[in-house]
């Protein structure tokens, strides 16, 4: 049984090579600023550790090197170097780094998960559905292994938490030019923000951890220094105006009864008159005034929910880490068979990874799917399948292969 | 805008001050700056004392080539010393003198001196200053202070909204990490000979006043008893009542051994009021420092009496002192003898 298994997933495995191969046959790719200043990094085969340390002096040799290698997955750093091959970070002589943000539905809470995510520790064996524990809750071993989808519920997410990211924040607050924002599929479950600038190319991390916050809202004091509740003014800039319009436009569209219930208040009679109170202060404030009592208690309820719907769930890690190794555009996910892919600010809205990322889109092909919820792969409806064997589009069949979620059966293409 | 000498001696940072250090030094010559007994070694050690004791240096006006070449020389001194709680303590009295000089300057002058001095981004509109949101982050990263976290501030099209207060005070701390990247600078000093003893008891002076790191004599009871107080401090008391100018390490003792037993530095104005120097803002603001109040938060405690005693300010007249090692301790046992009657 170990055997046969074995036999098929080299089976897979030279088949994803073979159609790899293809598309990187035909690669131009798009260089990233400087790129000869940066550290690559492959993984070629499965078992095989990531190859590091490598640099280009021409955009033509990485062409080159992916035709060759036809890796599985392949990255860049996000750092400028002196010498990117060095093989000692010390070595490589840090010139600077892009700023890089990171949305992935992995670390957001999705309600659609308790759905189509299930998670199994290797050590005990629980099974359970939805987003996969730290530790097992179990055995608390670490070893989890995570079988995720990413639905049209998690796409929405991810996408919403992209846009509000640039417009937002780096256009709208950081002042970045859209030329400076580049927007990528990251290739599984959500969507890579760089932003390539002469502003933030030299900042430490604790100038990045400071960004991460602002964009999080972490660390927002909403008292005075005399710790006296204040209400900002709707024109107020930066978050304070952010927390401002959010109340308002909370208070002003809600009825009484939601709003005490969404607040989880105590009905009573002063709310009415509380919540227009707040009201008439956020339009006419000019600067900053105080509240108490029952106002100050609706507001920082109010405030509460402003945060979480105004702040934007991003990896803190990516960053703040002026070393990190991301994705580069263009390349294929060994994950999924998806294109890792750059799209436009405009585009965001309308992009559907099954369809636009899709990098095989013709022919089909013969598959042994062990497991897939009902999915939308090239605008037609697929699945869902348990364990049988079924003839789908070589872009699905390449993304169930890759997730582990399918097995080869007609290699002829 | 065009900056005077003054300016250069007050604000060490503006490219002035480095220009006029540069020719001093090339018409003078470093040797003879350092000799022994010149003017501006002399008010380099004292920039130092001042920083240790007050927290806060001044500006010596009277010879203002004196007063710009001693910040280099100061660092120089500290670099020969390397020890870096007392680096820290000179940048951020530099720091409190930029500070507590900015607070006087108007709006065109502020600009001025960020751009000379630091090639900020900034843009003045009416009674505000708008500074690029990276010159902000590297700036106030060290200030630790939920005001100051850029989350808390109004930002826009990549700018970062700033009283002139906050101005002020973000200048002065960028000024503040130059001077601590500048000490850290590796490059070979050679310091003449005839300096090295004068380092040296310098840095004799420093260690016996410089907060210990593990201080066990922090909480004396919040008792105030005149009668217990050991002889050395009722010695300089009396001496400040009379008017005498006493040196910083008096002052210093003074200070600390009261904040330590529980006085607030506003109510030790009354006893510094008859010092012949007496300026009333300046004296609080360096007691609210000493008792780590404001800017670095460390709190210090008064010499030990082996201290005291290098600096004859040690008058002891009764047994008790031959047997403690502090003026605190002498305070809590002689209030407990007190009380058992
Ligand atoms: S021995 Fe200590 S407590 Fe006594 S006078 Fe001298 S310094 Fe003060
Ligand atoms: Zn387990
Ligand atoms: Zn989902």
Redesign the interface.
Same mark, same amino acid.
């Given at each position: 049984m170990r055997e046969r298994l074995d036999n098929e997933k080299s089976g897979n495995e030279s088949f994803v090579k073979r159609v790899f191969k293809e598309y990187y046959s035909k690669w131009y790719g798009e260089p990233p600023k400087n790129y000869n200043m940066r550290e690559y990094a492959f993984i070629i085969s499965r078992k095989g550790d990531m190859i590091r340390h490598k640099a280009f002096e021409s955009w033509d040799e990485v062409r080159e090197f992916l035709r060759k290698n036809v890796p599985l997955h392949g990255f860049y750093s996000s750092a400028y170097y002196l010498q990117p091959s060095a093989p000692d970070m010390d070595a490589k002589g840090w010139i600077g780094a892009d700023l890089i943000f990171d949305i992935d539905v992995d670390h957001i809470h999705t309600p659609c998960k308790d759905v189509h995510d299930k998670w199994v520790c290797l050590d005990c064996g629980v099974v359970d559905k939805g987003m996969p524990p730290e530790v097992c809750h179990r055995c608390s071993s670490k070893r989890i292994e995570a079988k995720t989808w990413f639905c049209e519920k998690c796409l929405d997410v991810a996408r919403e938490e992209t846009i509000k990211l640039v417009e937002d924040y780096l256009i709208?607050?950081?002042?970045?030019s859209p030329k400076e924002v580049s927007i990528v599929f990251s290739g599984r479950r959500g969507f890579h923000v760089h932003v390539e600038s002469d %502003?933030?190319k030299? *900042?430490d991390q604790?100038?990045r951890r400071? %960004?991460v916050?602002?964009v999080k809202?972490?660390? *927002?004091?909403l008292t005075s220094?005399k710790r006296k509740v204040l209400l900002p003014p709707l024109n107020?800039?930066?978050?304070?105006?952010r927390i401002a319009k959010g109340v308002y436009e909370l208070l002003n569209s809600c009825q009484v009864d939601d709003l005490i219930r969404l607040l989880g208040l105590k009905r009573g009679p002063q709310i009415e008159e509380n919540v227009r109170e707040i009201i008439k202060r956020l339009e006419e404030g000019k600067r900053c005034s105080t509240l108490s009592g029952m106002a100050s208690k609706i507001w920082l309820k109010a405030v509460e929910k402003a945060i979480a719907y105004k702040r934007c769930e991003v990896d803190e890690r990516v960053t703040t880490d002026i070393k990190r190794l991301i994705r580069l555009p263009g390349t294929l996910h060994g994950g999924t068979g998806l294109i890792v892919m750059r799209i436009g600010l405009k585009d965001v809205e309308t992009f559907d990874p099954y369809t636009h990322a899709v990098a095989f889109k013709r022919d089909y092909v013969k598959v042994r799917v062990l497991n897939m919820p009902k999915i939308t792969f090239l605008g037609q409806e697929w699945g869902p399948y348990d364990n049988e064997v079924v003839e789908v589009p070589l872009g699905l069949a390449v993304y169930l292969i890759c997730s582990d979620n399918a097995i080869v059966i007609d290699e002829v293409l | 805008m065009v900056f005077s000498k003054l300016d250069a001696a007050i604000y060490p940072f503006i490219n002035l001050a480095s220009q006029i250090v540069k020719e001093l030094e090339e018409n003078l010559g470093i040797n003879v700056i350092l000799s022994p007994g010149s003017e501006v070694l002399k008010r380099s050690i004292e920039r130092i004392k001042e920083a240790i004791y007050s927290r806060v240096t001044s500006v010596y006006r009277a010879d203002l080539d004196v007063e710009i070449l001693s910040h280099p020389v100061a660092m120089l001194l500290l670099k020969s010393i390397k020890d870096t709680r007392l680096l820290h303590i000179y940048a951020e009295a530099e720091k409190n003198r930029v500070f507590l000089n900015l607070l006087s300057e108007d709006y065109e002058k502020l600009l001025a001196l960020a751009i000379d001095g630091f090639n900020w981004h900034v843009i003045r509109e009416n009674y505000t200053f708008f500074i690029r949101f990276d010159d902000y982050l590297k700036a106030s990263i060290n200030i630790i202070d939920s005001h100051w976290k850029l989350v808390n501030r109004k930002l826009v099209n990549g700018y970062v909204e700033l009283s002139r207060r906050d101005f002020s005070r973000l200048m002065a701390e960028a000024y503040k990490t130059r001077v601590l990247e500048k000490a850290s600078q590796e490059e070979v000093i050679q310091i003449p000979e005839h300096i090295k003893g004068i380092v040296e008891e310098l840095n004799k002076e420093v260690q016996g006043v410089l907060p210990k790191v593990d201080v066990r004599i922090t909480h004396i009871s919040g008792e105030f008893n005149p009668l217990a107080f050991p002889p050395c401090i009722l010695r300089l008391l009396e001496d400040a009542d009379k008017g005498k100018n006493l040196p910083h390490m008096a002052r210093f003792t003074l200070a600390t051994f009261l904040i330590s037993i529980g006085k607030r530095p506003e109510e030790l104005l009354d006893i510094f009021r008859k010092m012949p120097d007496y300026d009333e803002r300046k004296t609080l603001y360096h007691l609210r420092h000493v008792a780590g109040e404001i800017g670095s938060r460390t709190k210090y405690i008064p010499p030990s009496c082996a201290t005291l005693r290098t600096f004859n300010l040690c008058s002891p007249d009764d047994d008790l002192c031959s047997k403690v090692k502090h003026p605190l301790i002498y305070y809590s046992k002689k209030l407990r003898t007190i009380k058992r009657g």
């Amino acid at each position: 049984m170990r055997e046969r298994l074995d036999n098929e997933k080299s089976g897979n495995e030279s088949f994803v090579k073979r159609v790899f191969k293809e598309y990187y046959s035909k690669w131009y790719g798009e260089p990233p600023k400087n790129y000869n200043m940066r550290e690559y990094a492959f993984i070629i085969s499965r078992k095989g550790d990531m190859i590091r340390h490598k640099a280009f002096e021409s955009w033509d040799e990485v062409r080159e090197f992916l035709r060759k290698n036809v890796p599985l997955h392949g990255f860049y750093s996000s750092a400028y170097y002196l010498q990117p091959s060095a093989p000692d970070m010390d070595a490589k002589g840090w010139i600077g780094a892009d700023l890089i943000f990171d949305i992935d539905v992995d670390h957001i809470h999705t309600p659609c998960k308790d759905v189509h995510d299930k998670w199994v520790c290797l050590d005990c064996g629980v099974v359970d559905k939805g987003m996969p524990p730290e530790v097992c809750h179990r055995c608390s071993s670490k070893r989890i292994e995570a079988k995720t989808w990413f639905c049209e519920k998690c796409l929405d997410v991810a996408r919403e938490e992209t846009i509000k990211l640039v417009e937002d924040y780096l256009i709208q607050d950081f002042g970045f030019s859209p030329k400076e924002v580049s927007i990528v599929f990251s290739g599984r479950r959500g969507f890579h923000v760089h932003v390539e600038s002469d %502003i933030v190319k030299g *900042l430490d991390q604790r100038a990045r951890r400071e %960004i991460v916050d602002y964009v999080k809202g972490v660390g *927002l004091t909403l008292t005075s220094k005399k710790r006296k509740v204040l209400l900002p003014p709707l024109n107020a800039g930066g978050w304070h105006g952010r927390i401002a319009k959010g109340v308002y436009e909370l208070l002003n569209s809600c009825q009484v009864d939601d709003l005490i219930r969404l607040l989880g208040l105590k009905r009573g009679p002063q709310i009415e008159e509380n919540v227009r109170e707040i009201i008439k202060r956020l339009e006419e404030g000019k600067r900053c005034s105080t509240l108490s009592g029952m106002a100050s208690k609706i507001w920082l309820k109010a405030v509460e929910k402003a945060i979480a719907y105004k702040r934007c769930e991003v990896d803190e890690r990516v960053t703040t880490d002026i070393k990190r190794l991301i994705r580069l555009p263009g390349t294929l996910h060994g994950g999924t068979g998806l294109i890792v892919m750059r799209i436009g600010l405009k585009d965001v809205e309308t992009f559907d990874p099954y369809t636009h990322a899709v990098a095989f889109k013709r022919d089909y092909v013969k598959v042994r799917v062990l497991n897939m919820p009902k999915i939308t792969f090239l605008g037609q409806e697929w699945g869902p399948y348990d364990n049988e064997v079924v003839e789908v589009p070589l872009g699905l069949a390449v993304y169930l292969i890759c997730s582990d979620n399918a097995i080869v059966i007609d290699e002829v293409l | 805008m065009v900056f005077s000498k003054l300016d250069a001696a007050i604000y060490p940072f503006i490219n002035l001050a480095s220009q006029i250090v540069k020719e001093l030094e090339e018409n003078l010559g470093i040797n003879v700056i350092l000799s022994p007994g010149s003017e501006v070694l002399k008010r380099s050690i004292e920039r130092i004392k001042e920083a240790i004791y007050s927290r806060v240096t001044s500006v010596y006006r009277a010879d203002l080539d004196v007063e710009i070449l001693s910040h280099p020389v100061a660092m120089l001194l500290l670099k020969s010393i390397k020890d870096t709680r007392l680096l820290h303590i000179y940048a951020e009295a530099e720091k409190n003198r930029v500070f507590l000089n900015l607070l006087s300057e108007d709006y065109e002058k502020l600009l001025a001196l960020a751009i000379d001095g630091f090639n900020w981004h900034v843009i003045r509109e009416n009674y505000t200053f708008f500074i690029r949101f990276d010159d902000y982050l590297k700036a106030s990263i060290n200030i630790i202070d939920s005001h100051w976290k850029l989350v808390n501030r109004k930002l826009v099209n990549g700018y970062v909204e700033l009283s002139r207060r906050d101005f002020s005070r973000l200048m002065a701390e960028a000024y503040k990490t130059r001077v601590l990247e500048k000490a850290s600078q590796e490059e070979v000093i050679q310091i003449p000979e005839h300096i090295k003893g004068i380092v040296e008891e310098l840095n004799k002076e420093v260690q016996g006043v410089l907060p210990k790191v593990d201080v066990r004599i922090t909480h004396i009871s919040g008792e105030f008893n005149p009668l217990a107080f050991p002889p050395c401090i009722l010695r300089l008391l009396e001496d400040a009542d009379k008017g005498k100018n006493l040196p910083h390490m008096a002052r210093f003792t003074l200070a600390t051994f009261l904040i330590s037993i529980g006085k607030r530095p506003e109510e030790l104005l009354d006893i510094f009021r008859k010092m012949p120097d007496y300026d009333e803002r300046k004296t609080l603001y360096h007691l609210r420092h000493v008792a780590g109040e404001i800017g670095s938060r460390t709190k210090y405690i008064p010499p030990s009496c082996a201290t005291l005693r290098t600096f004859n300010l040690c008058s002891p007249d009764d047994d008790l002192c031959s047997k403690v090692k502090h003026p605190l301790i002498y305070y809590s046992k002689k209030l407990r003898t007190i009380k058992r009657g």
